[in-house]
């Protein structure tokens, strides 16, 4: 079946413009996750959803992140007047209450 | 979660069992071990995982000592498609309440499979 799946796969963006990153879970996985991956460094937790509502979003590094799960199912990041900081590749995991995670490719986002 | 240590690095000759290493001395009583695998350019990928059994499948071998401080991931014949970093993760395997159960990586072992 159908893994998770990310958009775009790679995003350049200026410094201070606004960015979203589409994340589509397993059909039937209650509970999403994003992380954000440094270059050479393991995935760092942002933010967690059990169905639609954002149950830990302790990970966030501050307002400029945010995730929205309207209908449970896809979900979207979105980052607000982006900085160079913000580079890195931002992975996306869905499971079932108490499964494994299974995770995205990931979308590289480059702010120039 | 506990916090675990892994070498940041070892290789492995094809054909050959890799013996992935991990120390986690101050594991609870409740918590797993669980190791990913993150191969180039993709998202990480679960491998094992286990409370105090030795535990296999058909991708690896999970020994866990007795006191469970420490525990081995076997790749029984390594390929170069092997070729990976690898995470060594304890956690609880039940979200608490209503509380997320997020993995927490560390730096992980970048693992290379020569011909």
């Known amino acids: 079946g159908a893994g998770v799946s990310q958009t775009p796969s790679n995003k350049v963006t200026e410094k201070g413009k606004y960015v979203e990153l589409r994340c589509d879970p397993i059909?039937?996985?209650?509970?999403l996750y994003w992380y954000r991956q440094s270059l050479g460094q393991g995935p760092e937790f942002l933010i967690y959803f059990q169905g639609t509502g954002a149950a830990d979003d302790s990970g966030l590094p501050n307002d400029r992140f945010f995730a929205v799960r309207p209908e449970g199912s896809v979900s979207t990041l979105k980052i607000q007047r982006t900085e160079r900081g913000d580079s890195a590749v931002y992975l996306c995991a869905s499971s079932s209450y108490s499964g494994e995670q299974f995770f995205g490719p990931g979308t590289r986002l480059t702010v120039l | 979660d506990a916090k675990t240590t892994q070498p940041p690095s070892m290789d492995c000759a094809e054909g050959r069992a890799a013996n992935l290493p991990c120390n986690h001395s101050?594991?609870?009583?409740?918590?797993?071990v669980y190791w990913y695998r993150q191969i180039h350019s993709q998202g990480p990928q679960y491998i094992i995982h286990g409370l105090k059994n030795n535990e296999t499948n058909e991708m690896a071998s999970l020994i866990i000592t007795e006191d469970r401080k420490s525990s081995t991931l076997i790749l029984p014949h390594a390929t170069l498609r092997d070729t990976a970093v690898y995470y060594c993760?304890?956690?609880?395997?039940?979200?608490?309440?209503?509380?997320?159960?997020?993995?927490?990586f560390g730096g992980g072992t970048r693992l290379m499979v020569k011909p």
């Open positions: 059909s039937g996985h209650t509970a």
């Open positions: 993760i304890v956690r609880v395997a039940l979200p608490i309440n209503n509380a997320g159960n997020m993995l927490t």
């Open positions: 101050t594991i609870s009583g409740n918590e797993y």
